[in-house]
């Protein structure tokens, strides 16, 4: 148990888990990815942790850069926009993962691939490490996914409440 702020958070998904199914989705991306250099893509600041325990055991070479998104209002109605933030390599002809912490709407995803795909890369996919499939508002091709959970909010392994709860080896979730 570990309490933030005003707020108290459970168990839900164990350090081991984590580690299993990350090593499982590694494998998955040895084989799919085999013969090519893919461009890790880590979207700052949740993914850190994801990205660093997926890397661990991938065996194909790879590259890893890190962006972070900054939100503002567009000029239309339609809501938020995404801005890029420091990705300064070119991305053209390359095969992209783009590792993402969590899908909850798909906007945040939906924006930079989106902004990704127009610089021409050769080929993109999204590993994430949770996806809350009741959320999704935006269509989204998720191509490795760690755990499919509920619709709840949830904390740790890089995923925070106010900035605060990132380092926690398990995943808690709001009680
Ligand atoms: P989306 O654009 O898919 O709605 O939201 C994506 C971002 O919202 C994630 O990258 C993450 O930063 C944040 N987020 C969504 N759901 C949760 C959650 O359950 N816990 C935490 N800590 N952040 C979340
Ligand atoms: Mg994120
Ligand atoms: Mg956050």
């Known amino acids: 148990m570990l309490t933030i702020k005003d707020k108290t958070f459970v168990p ?20 799919e990815y085999a013969g090519k250099q893919p461009l890790l893509v880590v979207i700052l600041n ?18 890893i850069t890190f962006l972070r998104v900054s939100s503002y209002k567009g000029t239309e109605s339609t809501g938020q926009l995404k801005e890029i933030l420091g990705l300064t390599e070119s991305i053209i002809d390359r095969d992209l993962i783009v590792i993402e912490d969590i899908v909850d709407t ?20 999204i590993a994430t490490l949770l996806y809350k499939p009741e959320a ?3 269509p ?9 959970i509920e619709n709840r909010f949830v904390l740790g392994y890089g995923l925070d409440y106010d900035g605060l709860g990132r380092n926690t080896p398990d995943i808690l979730v709001l009680e």
């Open 12 to 31: 839900f998904i164990t350090s081991e888990s984590i580690q299993a199914r990350i090593q499982e989705l590694a494998e998955q991306i040895n084989q």
């Open 106 to 125: 798909g906007k945040t995803l939906h924006d930079i691939c989106n902004q990704l795909q127009a610089q021409k890369p050769a080929s993109l996919t």
């Open 136 to 138: 999704l508002q935006k």
């Open 46 to 63: 949740g993914a850190f942790l994801f990205a660093a325990d997926l890397a661990k055991h991938l065996t194909v070479p790879c590259e």
């Open 140 to 148: 989204l091709d998720l191509h490795y996914v760690g755990f499919e």
